[in-house]
């Protein structure tokens, strides 16, 4: 709501009361209040403003910030004696965002749209220490990170660290001459700075409109001071539009510019990696100083080209610890073949990811959708088949493929409603799948073909076949580790099997089983 005229009480507890005031208009409600580690917290105000509406020195929507106490709070009228108002021009205080920094009791503000003296949108990020209130009217800024160039909207986004530290995200930077390349840029969480962005001090891009840095990683906690940033707009050379997703390592400062050596890329125009954004899943790494810390994730790319199929989609698993560098392929992601398989590529989460294609293609079934499950400590690579997925097998099934994870006992459920088929296919919790690899022999060593092997999940009941290859080899992948299984290869009239089954409890992969066949 609004209060036009009045200055307030701000305070943790209780937003009733206001003092009159005729010297300010604000908009309540329209900024941020974030909590310090010390238990002290600080109000953002992003349409505060300078003097009194018809006065010469009147200046709208600066911004403003006002640290109070989380025991007492603070009360009064808004004032230069009890806030800090961050802006000298108009509408510098567009876009601002407010953090708390982890550990230290400090924050910081962003204002993308700030003005200096002489430019327009510069942008600036400014460090406060927790220890003390601002106060006062920002008159320069020597404890501000900013742009250099009209429009490069230094601190479009902004992420603390785990370490105490923070990021910078301006898409928009300008490299001299070069429009929009963006840019990543890290800063101390201890202390004030003073530079602007560059080069030198930070991840860019190098073609004009890159926008490095467009996607945001999502909100949370990241293990080890890591973190993911997406580009789905960089360009490779030539190759426009090829997208980049880059994990960075903000234990300190890093420079560069983006490349297959550093990101995860496409390799066709268009293919816009990261586009979908990144799903994370929470897990808690050894050595991390946070519970529920990210250390792995999904880079969703639903434009990705398989070759000559365009928009195929792609879904990348990959850690804070040893992420995906390179070309996207169906070596490093789960991939579609087809002509906009990609199209409506989404995630659930749970205890483990869903990964759900509605208009990927079973042959010349079209649409016919499919759902992949992967886990916070593996993903599923390979193109899309029944061997990895759950898949449809009515065209445009309607309603289409979907997934969600029961309320009692936190298992998966696909549902394809149009065929009347529901499958669950594993726990929520399952952390990682497996595979056992062997052999049908005959008594003397040589490979039996075409022998018929069961796996029998004793859990659910789930029965899967294979058969062997021309040298007796078989394989089943995507089992559940932690679970059991009945395996068993089928006797036939020229051979019998006296060992033909054996029941496995499965904890890692499993290689080197052997069926012989009697003499």
Known sequence: FFKQKTAYEISTRDWSSDVCSSDLFYQIGSGQIVELSTGNYVAYWSFADLGVSGDQNYVQDVGAVTYGSGTTGVQGEISTSNT???????????????????????????????????????????????????????????????GSTTYDQVGKGLLALENGN????????DNGSTANVGAVTWASGSTSSNFSVAAANSLI??????????????????SNSKFVVGSPLWDNGATYNVGAVTVLDGSSSFSGTISSSNSLIGSSAGDLVGSGGFRSFSSTPAGSAFPNAINSFVVLSPAWANGSATSAGAATWMSLSAPVTGVVSSSNSLVGSTTGDGSGLAMVLANTW????????????????????MSATQGVIGTINS???????????????????????????????????????????????????????????????????????????????????????????????????????????????EDGTRALQLTDDLTGIEFRARR
């Open 84 to 146: 800090f108002f961050t802006g000298t021009s108009t509408n510098d205080s567009m876009g601002g965002q407010l953090i708390a920094l982890y550990g230290n009791g400090n924050f910081v503000l962003s204002q993308p749209y700030y003005d200096s003296a002489s430019t327009q949108d510069i942008g600036a990020v400014t460090w406060f220490s927790g220890a003390s209130a601002p106060t006062g009217i920002r008159n320069n800024t020597t404890n501000s990170i900013t």
């Open 387 to 497: 061997s990895n997925s759950v898949i449809g097998g009515i065209s445009n099934s309607s309603p289409p493929i979907s997934v969600f994870v029961s309320p009692f006992n936190n298992k998966w459920i696909v549902t394809r409603r149009a065929e009347n088929k529901v499958t669950i296919p594993f726990s929520g919790t399952t952390a990682a799948q497996v595979r056992i690899e062997g052999r049908v022999l005959t008594a003397g060593g040589r490979g039996i073909p075409d022998a018929t092997i069961t796996a029998t999940d004793s859990a659910t009941g789930e029965v899967r076949n294979v058969r062997s290859n021309s040298f007796g080899k078989f394989i089943f992948t995507g089992l559940e580790a932690g679970g059991f299984y009945i395996i068993t290869v089928a006797s036939s009239r020229r051979y019998q099997f």
């Open 354 to 373: 869903g990964i759900v294609l509605p208009s990927w293609d079973n042959g010349a079934t079209t649409n016919a959708g499919a759902v992949t499950l």
């Open 166 to 173: 923070y990021i910078i995200f301006s898409s928009e930077w």
């Open 205 to 222: 891009g190098s073609t004009a409109g890159d926008l490095v840095g467009s996607v945001l990683p999502p909100g949370y906690r990241y």
